[in-house]
Nanobody, 117 residues
Framework: QVELVESGGGLVQPGGSLRLSCAAS????????MGWYRQAPGTERVLVAT???????TYGDAVKGRFTISREKDKNTVHLQMDNLKPEDTGVYYC???????????WGKGTLVTVSS
């Protein structure tokens, strides 16, 4: 059974930085992508960043140039470095693992990020 364990998050002032991590365990296969999505109160869950096992990255428009996603392939762990955080980055960040050629789609429980002075 595939499981995702998220870490990081918390309270940070505007302009600050945070790092999120997500570790996957179980049989996740090789053709997959891992990444992060964000959901603010009363809004839909939106893409923050994803990275495939092959290294292809995708970023949401709101975070381009400020966030960086990286992946430790052998450890099936993905990191999200968030710099120059803004109040609008506040929300619950969910890790996602999905297959590129199968129906696998797994979500983490989420970690709260609050950007406030």
């Amino acid at each position: 059974q595939v499981e995702l364990v998220e870490s990081g998050g918390g309270l940070v002032q505007p302009g600050g930085s945070l790092r999120l991590s997500c570790a996957a365990s179980g049989n996740i296969g090789s053709m997959n992508a891992m990444g992060w999505y964000r959901q603010a109160p009363g809004t839909e869950r939106v893409l923050v960043a994803t990275r495939t096992a092959g290294g292809t990255t995708t970023y949401g428009d709101a975070v381009k140039g400020r966030f960086t996603i990286s992946r430790e392939k052998d450890k099936n762990t993905v990191h999200l470095q968030m710099d120059n955080l803004k109040p609008e980055d506040t929300g619950v960040y969910y890790c996602r693992l999905y297959g590129l050629r199968n129906g696998m789609n797994k979500w983490g429980k989420g970690t709260l990020v609050t950007v406030s002075s």
